[in-house]
Nanobody, 120 residues
Framework: VQLQASGGGLVQPGGSLRLSCAAS????????MGWYRQAPGKQRELVAA???????NYADSVKGRFTISRDNAKNTVYLQMNSLKPEDTAVYYC???????????????WGQGTLVTVSS
């Protein structure tokens, strides 16, 4: 099972970016999916998460600006980021709670990280 993230880049303050993360492999089911970020010198923090049923939660710092969504048919989670601020600069990691087909083994998986830089 792998998670492949994409969509990071350089954007000016006030701009938008959309991150995507697709899960692939021998997947039986995917429970919660989410995005974390880690800025230089800081701990990794939860940005947003979405359950298999569509319930969402967000860090206070991104509420009203970021939107998480998922396409269960594509095993993909998205993060739409609007009104970006310099303090949003970080490496963004996707995360998913996945049950594998073989043995119905449940595990916590991480994508490789994608850099988002907000700067003028």
């Amino acid at each position: 099972v792998q998670l492949q993230a994409s969509g990071g880049g350089l954007v000016q303050p006030g701009g938008s970016l959309r991150l995507s993360c697709a899960a692939s492999g021998s997947i039986f089911s995917i429970n919660a999916m989410g995005w974390y970020r880690q800025a230089p010198g800081k701990q990794r923090e939860l940005v947003a998460a979405v359950t298999s049923g569509g319930s969402t939660n967000y860090a206070d710092s991104v509420k009203g600006r970021f939107t998480i969504s998922r396409d269960n048919a594509k095993n993909t989670v998205y993060l739409q980021m609007n009104s970006l601020k310099p303090e949003d600069t970080a490496v963004y990691y996707c995360n998913a709670d996945i049950t594998r087909r073989l043995g119905r083994i449940k595990g916590d998986y991480w994508g490789q990280g994608t850099l988002v830089t907000v700067s003028s």
